[in-house]
């Protein structure tokens, strides 16, 4: 053993430069690939750490009256909560240059310390919270920043209506002491989420008095094990001892919020994590071809060595161990690299979200990082350091022989011209010895580029077909009228549309949530109006026909173990049913104030008998909204443009701009299209890492057959001819990759949307972008584009100077 660290020891002192080149481009691969890693994890916890830094609640309770009446108190005295935090919205709105009020959900107001503080903390990106007996300072969300161009220190005009009806304006100056973010503007996900957010102290409310309140709710912390679904039915029932509620209390779950959020996040971590994959498949490749080299290289005195007395088993350690220290302060650099690199993560929303900004560092993935560099550059030198173990004579004093390749000798037979069947054996025949070529890496990391970039263009072609394409989000219908916390009666609905032209169907709905199980699940409830029944896109089964029966997304479906056929005990309003699944359904944008929307494969469709008396508590009788279908064939945008004419003075009516709504794309559709572009630029960023194989294939095998094409030059192949030679070369690897790489992206890219789809509870059928064909042309083209300059110098050389030197 001390003469293998003996010899090992020599070799890396000797030529310690070309073992140091070695380290460090593992440290630069390995630091791109643990940085990925560790922000793909990073970017994927980033908002349950958020939440748990915030103290965030399980419910938001918000009665259909009001609950400052003791109901609170009655609240924080059942045996379920850990802790409540009440709030008051005041009817306060900032006012624009002209003094006109810019839409916000007016101002949060805690109605005692408790929010902010005890629950709900929200994460400062710059100031703090206001004073707790300042009246005139507020803090606001980054949405409200922006729309609002406010900054600390800013100046905020607002004014106060007092109750409904009045046009009563109370006047008064706000100054902003922090931005925050709150956990629902990471990704807004309900109505208000939307909206700019301003919140003040309690002796704001005590200043203004209740005249100027527009709302109040309670966020509510659960005792652990506690179900939603049982404390909605206590939350239900303390109700009905308070009149000032109304006697009805809507819950939220603040968990299915949660999900919708980190569903919208996850794709993003998931991109990172596919990188990091494929760069460390890549990097494999390319650093573990030049430290093979390094063993060729350091392997010429294997032969004398072997005489010596020295084992095969010896040599071969010693040329591990030369690989394993290298490979050791490559990871050491690479644990650094992707420690200073830590603060570009987490990506996307996830960077706001992020409780702990700055340098971070994963002990878990930088160890398991560290250990992971050694092991596989081991393993993939470990073949290549077996046969320079060898005791034999070494491998470039053999004479040439071995496997000639079979498409070369069809060429020649076939009268095909030198420069095509040399160009075709060289992409083929990876030689011997010291003028060994990497065929096999070359060929294995073209094709798995190839396929790579295939998967991201098909997935991402999926993708934008899904954003653009409302069926597939589960809307199955035109326009709809969406008048939220307001009622519509059908009586009023036809008249509205009396003169529209195009108009074939609409059907009635109203908005509520049902209880399945421990689950509280946002759901509609649909009635026919007129024509064909229109509801969300179904995957399975049909739309229900009575309150015994109910359709369900896939997520819910999956979430609670329940299946098409089934029966299950719903709760609605306070009412318990035992309903029958009778469908699974894709769900688009539902939702209503700041209550949690139904979401692609999470919400519920009901007929409207079950969810009436629930909707009509809160917003009196008639429906919350209208699903509309226009005439195929017709001029839907101008069809669409009386329609919203026609309804203006309506809309008007409920404190809308407009209620016709035509794109109800679901949160997370919505957040998707935001990202629409990350398999493109993922597939950009993999088809660089192909062109780098692909050049280091070129660069090597101009370098180790500069022999070859000395001697070729010689026996009178002049440059354009020697040009040629490097331009089939790479032209016949990369043919074979496409064709290798080509089919298996495409069934990579639709096994990965099928996995996406189920996921989500979204349909698995998926299309083969015809965009594909463009990348066998492009990838010829740059392929030799690569080979431009070393092809040109190889024409270039001179012959007398190589043989010489040979």
């Known amino acids: 053993m001390r003469a293998v660290l003996r010899l090992a020891a020599h070799n890396l002192r000797t030529r310690w430069r070309d073992w140091a080149v070695l380290a460090l481009l593992i440290g630069v691969a390995g630091g791109a690939v643990l940085t990925a890693v560790a922000g793909a994890l990073r970017t994927d916890s980033a908002y349950p750490r958020f939440l748990q830094a915030s103290k965030a609640s399980d419910v938001l309770v918000s009665p259909a009256g009001g609950g400052l009446g003791g109901y609170y108190d009655a609240l924080r005295r059942l045996p379920d909560v850990a802790a409540i935090a009440p709030l008051v919205g005041l009817q306060a709105l900032p006012l624009g240059p002209n003094g006109t009020p810019i839409d916000t959900d007016g ?86 989420d939307k909206l700019p957010l301003i919140a003040g102290s309690t002796a704001l409310f005590r200043e203004l008095g209740p005249r100027y309140q527009g709302f109040d709710g309670a966020y509510v912390k659960l005792r652990p094990g506690v179900a939603t679904s049982s404390f909605e039915r206590q939350a239900q029932t303390l109700a009905r001892n308070f009149p000032a509620t109304g006697g009805q209390v809507f819950v939220a779950d603040e968990a299915t919020q949660a999900a919708t959020v980190e569903r919208s996040i996850r794709p993003q971590a998931v991109a990172l994590a596919l990188f990091a994959l494929v760069l460390a498949l890549c990097a494999l490749l390319i650093v573990g071809e030049v430290a093979s080299r390094l063993l060729v290289t350091a392997s010429s005195d294997n032969g004398a060595l072997a005489a010596l007395g020295m084992t095969r088993t010896q040599l071969l350690v010693t040329g591990l161990t030369e690989v394993g220290v290298a490979a050791a302060g490559g990871a050491a650099v690479a644990c650094g690299v992707a420690i200073a690199a830590s603060p570009l993560t987490p990506i996307g929303p996830a960077r706001l979200a992020e409780p702990d900004p700055g340098v971070s560092a994963d002990g878990v993935v930088l160890a398991a990082g560290f250990a992971a560099i050694v092991l596989l550059m081991l393993a993939r030198v470990s073949w290549p350091a077996w046969r320079q173990a060898s005791a034999r004579p070494s491998a470039e004093q053999e004479p040439p022989g071995g496997r000639r390749s079979r498409a070369a000798e069809w060429l020649a037979r076939s009268g095909a011209p030198a420069t095509a069947v040399t160009g075709v054996r060289f ?35 999926n993708l934008v077909r899904l954003v653009d394409t409302p069926r597939l989000y589960g809307q199955d219908w035109d326009t709809a009228v969406d008048i939220g916390f307001s009622t519509i009666t059908p009586a009023q609905f036809d008249g509205l549309v009396a003169r529209v032209p195009g108009i074939v169907g609409w059907t009635f709905g109203v908005h509520g949530t049902v209880g399945i199980g421990t689950t509280v699940v946002p759901a509609i409830g649909l009635a026919p109006g007129r024509g064909a029944l229109t509801s969300p896109t179904l995957l399975a089964g049909r739309a229900p026909r009575s309150e015994q029966e109910i ?41 209503e104030g700041s209550f949690t929307p139904t979401d692609v494969g999470y919400g519920a469709e009901a007929t409207a008998a079950l969810l009436e008396p629930q909707a009509a508590a809160a917003n009196g009788p008639g429906y919350n909204f209208v699903l509309v279908q226009f005439a195929p064939g017709t001029r839907l945008t101008a069809d669409v443009a009386a329609f919203d004419r026609a309804l203006s003075r309506f809309c008007g009516t409920v404190q809308q701009p407009t209620c016709v709504v035509t794109d109800q794309r679901p949160n997370a559709v919505a957040n998707y299209a935001l990202i629409d572009g990350t398999p493109e630029v993922l597939a950009g960023i993999l088809a660089v890492l192909g062109l780098v194989v692909l050049g280091q294939f070129v660069v090597s ?46 069934a990579g890219g639709h096994w990965a949307w099928a996995l996406f789809a189920d996921g989500v509870g979204l349909s698995p059928d998926a299309i083969t972008p015809a965009s594909l064909l463009w990348i066998i042309p492009a990838t010829i083209a740059a392929a030799n584009i690569v080979a431009l300059r070393p092809g040109q110098l190889i024409a270039r050389l001179s012959p007398a100077a190589v043989l010489r030197a040979e």
């Open 107 to 192: 101002i949060s107001v805690p109605l005692d310390g408790r929010f902010g503080h005890l629950l709900e903390v929200p994460k400062m990106l710059a100031g703090r919270q206001p004073g707790p007996d300042q009246p005139g300072e507020v803090m606001v969300d980054q949405i409200a920043a922006a729309d609002l161009h406010v900054r600390l220190g800013s100046r905020l005009e607002m004014g106060a209506i007092a109750g409904t009806g009045t046009t009563h304006v109370r006047l008064f100056a706000v100054r902003v002491v922090g931005i925050m973010v709150t956990r629902g503007s990471v990704v807004p996900i309900t109505d208000l």
């Open 427 to 461: 992409a083929l025949d990876p030689g011997r010895g010291r003028t060994a070529v990497p065929v096999r890496a070359a060929l294995l990391g073209t094709a798995l580029a190839v396929a790579a970039v295939a998967a991201a263009v098909t997935f991402g072609a």
């Open 701 to 746: 095998s101009a370098r180790r057959r500069r022999r070859d094409f000395a001697i070729m030059k010689v026996l009178g192949l002049v440059r354009r001819q020697l040009s040629a030679v490097t331009v089939w070369q790479v032209t016949t690897l990369t043919a074979l990759g496409l064709l290798v790489g080509l089919p298996l992206g495409v």
């Open 551 to 591: 359709v369900l997304g896939s997520s819910v479906l999956r979430t609670l173990g329940l299946r098409v056929g089934q029966s299950v005990p719903v709760m609605a309003g306070g009412r318990r049913a035992l309903a029958r699944i009778v469908g699974q359904a894709v769900f688009p944008y539902f939702g």
